[in-house]
C-alpha cells in the first residue's frame, strides 16, 4: 500500500472506532486512561530505549541542545504524563450532558446535547508527550484521534502509540480509535488533511510554519492559532504597583510561550513615573527594551524601537515598548499589530475597564491580570489542547468542551406541523 | 479595477464596518432593520420596476416557470421580508451577553462574553429576499455582511441593496456594513472566497452543486449542508396512528425541503398492521412509493426500490419505505444513508428512545414528533440563517446566535501567574 492508501485506510478505521467511543460511558473512557497512565509507568524502560534511538539519530543529525531536551522522554516526563491523564479522567465527562430543555408553544420539548465532534488529526512538532495528552483528551470527549508527530520523534511516538493500543484493547475498546501515523514522510500530512470524508477535525501544534502548511492544504477544518502578540495598556488610572508587577510577570514568568508579553503601551500621563521604575525591574532579570521616541527621552541608554518591532512575537526576553496618548490610541494600536490572542488593560477606572473588554479584539481579555492567564488551566478549563485565534467554533484556549458539538434533542407526544 | 481587486476592496472595507457595527447597541441595531422594513414598503414600486428587469431576461432566457416563480418579488414578498425584519429586531441580541461568572481559587473572575464573528460572506441562489432576510440577521448579529446572489436576481438584488444602504446611513452607520456584490461574473465568487484576510465565515445557501463549489474553492471556513435524507423509524411499541400522521405530516405537509422524510423505516412486527394504512393515505395524496421487497410483500402494487433510492434526496411526493428487523438494523440503515440532517424515531419503549436520541448521528434527533420540526423558528432559535450538518461550531439550524462566538474575559485584581 502506498502512504495516501495508508492513511486513508486508517481514517477510516478511526471513524467507525469513533462511533464505539462516542458511545462509551465516562466510567469506560476512564478506565482507558488510567491503564495508559499505570502502563506508561510500568513499561517506561523501554519507552526510555525507544526514545534513545531518537536521540542518539537527532545527535548524529547535530540538532540543537533545545530540540534534543524538548524530544527527551525522562522520568520527570513519564510522571508528568502519568499524571496529566489521572487529571483528565477525573475531569467532568461533557458528553451526553444537556443544557436548559425549552418547551415550544405546541408542547415539543427542545434541548441540545453535547456529542463528540468524530475524528480528530493532531499535527504536532517534536515532544513525544504530545502523544498522551492530546490522545486522553480526544478520547475522554469521546473522539477518535489520529496523531502525527515530527520525524525526529518517531520511535519515541510509536512506543507510545503501543501504550495506548494496549490501553484501548484491555478496556474492550478498538485500538483505531487512537492511532499514530507509522511513517516519517511527510506525504502522510497531505494525505491526512485530504480524508474529509473520515475526519472532522484537524488541529496543529507547532510552529507558525507548521499551521500555514497545515491551513493552505486542509479540505478539513482547522482550528489553529498562528502566533500571540500580546499587550498591557498601563491606563493613567491605574495602580503602578499593580501595573509594574503585571507588566513584569507577564513578560518574565516564562517568555517562551504564546501568552506572554511582548508589547508594553503605557499612557502619556504617567510615563514618566511608572517606566523608570518597571524599565530597572525588567533590565534586572535580562530584558532587552526597545522603546518608541517618546519612550526613549525617558529611558535614554535603551534601543530605538523600528516597525518590525510592533508586530514581533519575541518569545524571548525582550520587550518593545510604547508611550501612547490615550486609551483609544492603544486600542488602535491592538487592533493593528494584535494576534486576537491575549489583551490586558491596568486600570481602576470603570468606564475604561469594560470598554476594553468590551471591543479589544482577543481571545481573552483581563482587566488588573496578567496575560499568562490565557491557559485552559488557569481559566477553568481543566487541560487543554491549544488555544484558537480563529472565532469559529473556539475562541481561546480549548478543553474538552472544545471537543465536543452539540445536536438537538426533541421530544415529542405525536406533534406535527401546521 | 478588475474583479478580483473590486472584492478585495469591498471585503476590506467591510472589515473596517464590522468593527463600527460590532460596538453598536441593540437599540442602533434594530433601527437599521426597522428603517429597511420602512424603505422596502415606501420604495415597492421600484423594486417592483427592478425586478420586472430581471423577469424580462428570464424568460427571454427561457428560465422554467419555477425558476421565474422564485426570481419574483411581489406584494407578498415585500410584506414577508418587511415583517421578517421587524420580527428579527425585536428578538434578543446576543452580543455582549454573557453566561455565569467563574470565581478562580485566586480571585480571578472568568466569564464569556458573546461577539459577532466578524465578516461573513453569503452566497446564494435566485431569491432576491435572502438578500434581505440575511442582511437582517448579520447585522442584527453585529456582524458585516458580503451577499452575492444569484446572477439571474441581478437587478432586484443591487435595489434591495440601495435600500439596505438607505437604511443603514439614515442610522448613521456605514453602508460598507451590508454590501451587494454588484456584477453577474462568476469570478466574483472565488475572488470573495480567497478573502481570508477579511472574511470570517462563509455560508453558502442553496443546491448542492453551488455548495460543492464553495467548499472546494474556499480559502474562509464554510458553514454548510448539503443534503437532507431523513427518516423516521416506526418502532413495533409505536402507536400506529401516531407513527402514520407523523409519517404523512413529514412527507406531505411541505416536501420540496430539506427537513421532508425521505425513507420510511417499518419494524417488522407492525409492518403488516402499519403499511397498508399508511400507504393508503400517502396515495391519496399523490405520493409514490418504493419499497423492498418486504414492503412489497405487504403492498404488492407499488414500485420495487433500487439501491438508488436509499441514498436520494427526492425534494418531491416520493417516499422509500423498508421493512428492518429491529432497532439496530434501522440505525444502521440510518448510519449508512443518513446526511446527519433530521431523524426521528415513533416509539413507546423508554430504552429505545433513549438510545436512539444518544446514539443517531444528526443535528437533530426526535422522538415522536415530524421532521418538520428542524427549522430555527419552530425549534425557539427566530429566524434562521439556514441549517448545518457538519458540527463544527454549529450543528443544525442556525440563529442569531450562531452567528456569533466568545471570548474570554477576565476580572482580576492585580493577579499574577506564580
Same mark, same amino acid.
Given at each position: ?45 523501554? +519507552? ?65 446535547? &453535547? ?59 478498538? @485500538? ?17 488533511? @485530504? ?15 507548521? +499551521?500555514?502548511?497545515?491551513? @493552505? ?32 510577570? @507577564?513578560?518574565?514568568? &516564562? ?24 524599565? &530597572? ?124 458539538? &452539540? ?12
Amino acid at each position: 500500500m502506498d502512504i495516501a492508501q495508508t492513511i486513508q485506510q486508517m481514517a477510516s478505521e478511526a471513524k467507525k472506532a469513533a462511533a464505539v467511543i462516542s458511545r462509551c460511558t465516562s466510567d469506560q473512557k476512564n478506565r482507558v486512561l488510567t491503564a495508559m497512565a499505570d502502563l506508561l509507568e510500568q513499561q517506561a524502560e523501554w +519507552i526510555f530505549q525507544e526514545n534513545r534511538k531518537d536521540l542518539e539519530r537527532a545527535a548524529a543529525a547535530g540538532l540543537s541542545a533545545a530540540m534534543i531536551d524538548r524530544l527527551t522522554v525522562s522520568e520527570k516526563t513519564i510522571a508528568s504524563m502519568a499524571a496529566g491523564l489521572r487529571e483528565v479522567a477525573a475531569y467532568a465527562d461533557p458528553v451526553g450532558t444537556m443544557g436548559e430543555t425549552q418547551i415550544r408553544p405546541n408542547g415539543l420539548r427542545v434541548a441540545r446535547m &453535547r456529542i463528540p465532534l468524530g475524528v480528530i488529526g493532531i499535527i504536532y512538532e517534536s515532544r513525544p508527550n504530545v502523544t498522551i495528552d492530546a490522545a486522553g483528551l480526544c478520547l475522554k470527549s469521546g473522539n477518535a484521534v489520529i496523531l502525527r508527530g515530527g520525524s525526529e520523534a518517531i520511535h519515541s511516538n510509536q512506543a507510545l502509540a503501543g501504550i495506548i493500543a494496549k490501553a484501548l484493547e484491555s478496556a474492550g475498546l478498538p @485500538a483505531q480509535a487512537a492511532q499514530v501515523i507509522p511513517t516519517e514522510d511527510r506525504q502522510a500530512i497531505n494525505a491526512l488533511l @485530504a480524508q474529509e470524508e473520515y475526519v472532522d477535525l484537524i488541529i496543529p501544534r507547532g510552529g507558525e510554519g507548521l +499551521i500555514r502548511f497545515v491551513v @493552505a492544504h486542509s479540505k478539513i477544518p482547522v482550528l489553529k492559532h498562528y502566533k500571540g502578540v500580546c499587550h498591557v495598556f498601563v491606563d493613567e488610572s491605574a495602580d503602578l504597583g499593580m501595573a509594574e508587577a503585571i507588566a513584569f510577570n @507577564a513578560k518574565v514568568q &516564562r517568555p517562551g510561550v504564546c501568552n506572554a508579553l511582548e508589547t508594553l503601551l503605557v499612557h502619556q500621563a504617567v510615563a514618566e513615573k511608572f517606566l523608570p521604575a518597571v524599565a &530597572r525591574r525588567m533590565r534586572a532579570a535580562g530584558v532587552e527594551l526597545r522603546g518608541c521616541d517618546r519612550t526613549l527621552a525617558l529611558l535614554p541608554d535603551i534601543t530605538l524601537a523600528t516597525e518590525a518591532d510592533w508586530p514581533a512575537e519575541y518569545l524571548d526576553l525582550i520587550l518593545a515598548v510604547k508611550v501612547v496618548d490615550d486609551m483609544d490610541a492603544a486600542m488602535a494600536h491592538i487592533a493593528r499589530f494584535g494576534s486576537s490572542h491575549t489583551e490586558a488593560i491596568v486600570t481602576s477606572d470603570y468606564h475604561r475597564s469594560q470598554r476594553f473588554l468590551r471591543e479589544v479584539d482577543a481571545s481573552v481579555v483581563l482587566v488588573n491580570a496578567s496575560t499568562r492567564f490565557n491557559d485552559g488551566g488557569q481559566l477553568g478549563l481543566g487541560a487543554e489542547m491549544g488555544i484558537s485565534t480563529s472565532k469559529l467554533h473556539a475562541f481561546g484556549p480549548m478543553g474538552l468542551e472544545e471537543l465536543t458539538t &452539540r445536536k438537538f434533542v426533541v421530544l415529542g407526544d405525536g406533534q406535527v406541523r401546521e
